[in-house]
């Protein structure tokens, strides 16, 4: 009997290892099959527009090198009051002083040569932009004239201007402008999967709120066609793209004209701004759904990087430009009890 069972049990395993292999090939065959399909479409579908800034024209400078760089870094304002009934009044709590002076630390560190820096026009972005430069800058944090513009903010420009002004914030090193291209809203693209209580909202919108949010939508998709492109729209930016005959005579071995040489960015762009405009501006620059930008976390004081990395081209090939994330939503250099979102 103590065989009987034994042979009985060793043919179910047997059984149970034949139907489990010839289980295990029909779906891989299956796998197989739906990978080819899934590959092919894929294909298809991911194929990556090397015009996506629409800067191959006749017009649009060209780096006088084989392939060049330009460093885009986007970081998140300081939390703020949530609370406060006027744009204004939405300030940076004490925790968002903390965390915009940790981020200025960080940027300090990383030696980043930053060529310009490029802010919203909403208060909180301001501030954050202050505590940024009293690092970056090792100044007093009333330097940056934020305490001023805190008290008697200036009247803030038309939305729909593609124009970047001069900042209100001072610099000893930096130039700074502002946009309010910026400026915190809704994208053009509504989330998907889009939560309930969003569709809630929308559905109980007024059809002047309606109309309101639509203008908003318009300037935030606006945003990036001015913003997020390769060309330079600093003065560093446009010499070191010229390369080196752009100088007469040049001895300096750090000057700008020498970056592409060296393989660095041609120029570097600080962002400071919102976490909606940014995470839009992810999709857009890495040619991603766009309706998948809720799906991204920026917590605040957060660093995200994309790096534009270009070709010139020749006879035989077109020229490329491609756009990738080196640092999304990284908050790593700040400790727990100042990170939030």
């Not at 703020?80 to 744009?87: G, P």
């Not at 053009?188 to 908003?216: C, F, G, Q, W, Y």
């Not at 007469?248 to 071995?253: A, E, G, L």
């Amino acid at each position: 009997m103590r065989f009987g069972r034994v042979f009985c049990s060793g043919s179910l395993l047997l059984s149970a290892s034949v139907s489990s292999f010839l289980g295990y090939h029909s779906y891989r065959q299956k796998v197989n099959d739906d990978s080819k399909n899934g590959v092919k479409s894929l294909k298809k579908l991911t194929s990556w527009d090397h015009n996506w800034d629409l800067a191959n024209s006749n017009d649009s400078p060209k780096p006088q090198v084989g392939s060049c760089y330009k460093l885009l870094i986007l970081v998140r304002h300081g939390q703020y009051e949530t609370e406060a009934l006027t744009s204004n009044k939405k300030v940076l709590t004490d925790l968002g002083w903390k965390q915009a002076r940790a981020t200025g630390k960080r940027l300090r560190a990383l030696g980043y040569n930053i060529d310009c820096i490029v802010h919203s026009d909403m208060i909180r972005a301001r501030q954050t932009t202050a505590g940024i430069l009293s690092e970056l800058d090792q100044m007093q944090l009333a330097d940056t004239g934020i305490l001023e513009i805190t008290a008697n903010p200036p009247l803030p420009g038309p939305k729909d201007c593609v124009d970047l002004r001069k900042s209100p914030l001072k610099s000893m090193t930096l130039p700074l402008l502002e946009s309010s291209l910026m400026a915190e809203g809704p994208p053009p693209t509504e989330p998907e999967p889009s939560p309930a209580s969003r569709i809630k909202h929308l559905k109980n919108l007024s059809l002047e709120d309606k109309a309101d949010r639509v203008d908003h939508q318009n300037r935030v998709g606006s945003s990036f066609v001015y913003l997020i492109h390769r060309r330079p729209i600093s003065d560093a930016g446009k010499r070191a793209l010229g390369g080196p005959a752009s100088c007469v005579q040049c001895t300096q071995p750090n000057c700008l004209c020498s970056r592409a040489m060296q393989d660095r960015p041609l120029e570097v762009i600080l962002f400071v701004g919102h976490a909606n405009v940014f995470r839009y501006w992810l999709c857009k620059a890495l040619q991603l759904p766009p309706e998948a930008w809720l799906r991204i976390s920026l917590p605040h004081g957060s660093i995200t990087e994309l790096l534009i990395e270009q070709t010139q081209g020749d006879a035989d090939e077109p020229p490329t430009c491609t756009v990738q994330a080196l640092r999304v939503g990284d908050d790593g250099h700040m400790p727990v009890d100042l990170q939030s979102r």
